[in-house]
């Protein structure tokens, strides 16, 4: 008898123990895809939610509510959530301290859109998300959202604005610390998340706040989770972006257009010296040779195997550029986007109207942007650029000529710049760097993509370089999610991956 009670509270003990510790058994394996699963329709019904709240900054109302969604969805978490005022949309930060001793990190995303054209759209409204599966002609086709209810195929997608920028994103993480609740777990490190209501109008909010909440900011570390994932769709972290500077150039002919018949081989026309002028700036392998242009710039065989990493097929990449050839910067297109860019982005001339006319322009106007790197400042790049149209002969000025200036000076050049926003580049290399992708490495089995610089510029450098911390990106959305274009949409697959990604970064001590 005694025996009997002494087996029966082994296995009341042993089923208690399981009971309170299988959760953390699961969730200490790693098997992250069964939670994951088990709460993916109920994710999906949610992003369908918020990408229902039309997210552009004109309308504060509808912003606001955005902003209030997500609040609501962290004070459920047990976050402090707090509006940060500014002079236009409030900034969400959403605050949890786990253990006074851990470090703390920093999640951004924003929360706005791009502008929409609905006409262009194959759906109702681009705020009335909607569930697709392609079909065998590949044309994506609607499908019930009640297919939730059985198998979810990740190569299905919801169609909407913002779906994939930046809204999805922000339901990854969220269902990731949701799934922590759960499972009885939490962080290896403190967490602070701030939402940006005007990242696609340029972080005016947030931008504006820097000084007066830079210690609500303050974190060990910073992760951006914005932007499209390497278009293999693996896990991809990014180290750093392209900042961009931009300038104008403007040549000059007589002070008024003037008639091609009556004054032809006898006015100049500024057209031809503007072209001899930016052809004088690059070679024909595309290579700028401004002097001291790539001046700091060092690709040692250690980065260059980094580069070569990046899965890249250049004739695959041509084809569905439609060029012949690319530019010789670099080696590959990991390589080229190491080197400040030189690229003419518009020419104009002084005639405004519809179709031709037959004169000689007053002036012709070419505007550029550099893209920089960290190695390259945004001022200095451009007094690079004014300086080499001095010794092409230029009279170099930052407004239009007088008609003394005309007859004093046989080639002028009105010159305007901006210097813009500075790059930034964490080392991939640096702690922080290697435990995030030893993380990622461990959960999925192979190296994750490491982008050491991607090409595009993020308006929130300013506030990266203010706070000056480790940054990384953690890019999660499909490629081809038509980004600020009608029809942006997310791969569910991409959804699925992401929410592993956001607990294995979470289930990690830095």
């Known amino acids: 008898m005694k025996q009997t009670k002494q087996k029966n509270s082994i296995i009341k003990l042993t089923f208690i123990f399981f009971l309170i510790f299988i959760p953390f058994i699961i969730f200490g394996q790693s098997n992250y895809e069964v939670l994951i699963n088990k709460n993916l329709k109920s994710t999906l019904l949610l992003h369908k ?47 949890k301290e786990y253990d006074p001793s851990y470090k703390t990190v920093l999640f951004y995303f924003h929360i706005d859109g791009q502008p929409i054209n609905p006409e262009s759209w194959n759906q109702d409204h681009p705020f009335h998300p909607v569930l697709k599966s392609e079909d065998k002609g590949g044309l994506w086709k609607i499908i019930d959202w009640n297919k939730l209810d059985g198998d979810i195929n990740d190569e299905w997608r919801i169609f909407g604005r913002a779906a994939a920028d930046d809204k999805a994103p922000v339901i990854m993480l969220l269902s990731a610390l949701k799934i922590l609740k759960i499972s009885n777990s939490v962080p290896k490190f403190n967490v602070k998340v701030i939402l940006d209501p005007e990242e696609e109008y340029g972080s005016t909010a947030l931008l504006s706040t820097l ?18 994932a390497h278009n293999s769709n693996k896990p991809t972290v990014t180290f750093g972006c392209r900042g961009i500077a931009t300038c104008s150039i403007t040549t000059y002919g007589s002070k008024l257009p003037q008639h091609s018949g009556h004054y032809g081989n006898y006015v100049p026309n500024p057209v031809f010296s503007l ?27 250690e980065i260059f195997e980094l580069l070569e990493s990046v899965p890249f097929d250049s004739i695959e990449l041509n084809k569905s550029l439609g060029i012949h050839t690319s530019e010789k910067v670099g080696k590959n ?16 001339t002084s005639w405004k109207g519809n179709g031709l006319k037959t004169v000689i322009p007053e002036y012709a106007t070419a505007d550029i942007d ?15 650029i004014k300086n080499h149209i001095a010794k ?9 000529p007088t008609n003394e200036e005309r007859q004093s000076h046989p080639k002028i050049v009105k010159f305007n710049s901006d210097p813009g926003i500075n790059a930034f580049r964490t080392s991939p290399d640096s702690n922080f760097g290697k435990k995030v992708r030893a993380s990622l490495m461990k959960e999925f089995g192979n190296e994750p993509i490491v982008i050491r610089l991607m090409g595009g510029t993020v308006p929130i450098v300013p506030v990266i370089n203010k706070l000056n911390v480790p940054t990384i990106i953690i890019p999660m959305v499909n490629m081809d999610n038509n980004q600020h274009s009608p029809n942006e949409n997310i791969r569910i697959g991409n959804i699925r991956q992401g929410i592993k990604i956001c607990l294995t970064i979470l289930n990690s001590q830095y």
């Open 392 to 400: 092409q002969g230029y009279y170099v000025i930052d407004r239009d």
């Open 211 to 228: 000084d007066k909440y830079k210690g609500r900011y303050a974190s060990d570390f910073f992760i951006v989770m914005d932007g499209p």
């Open 49 to 95: 939610e918020l990408v229902s709240i039309p997210n552009l900054p004109e309308n504060k109302d509808l912003m606001l509510e955005n902003i209030n969604w997500v609040a609501k969805q962290y004070d459920d978490l047990n976050f402090r959530t707090t509006l940060l005022e500014t002079n236009t949309l409030p900034i969400l930060i959403a605050e």
């Open 370 to 384: 550099v893209r920089l790197v960290p190695e390259t400042d945004g001022k200095i790049q451009l007094e690079k």
């Open 333 to 348: 297109y990991q390589e080229a986007l190491q080197y400040p860019s030189l690229n003419v982005r518009q020419i104009g």
């Open 275 to 301: 072209a001899k002028l930016l052809s004088s700036m690059k070679d024909e392998s595309g290579k700028v040779l401004i002097q001291d242009y790539y001046k700091g710039i060092e690709i040692n065989p």
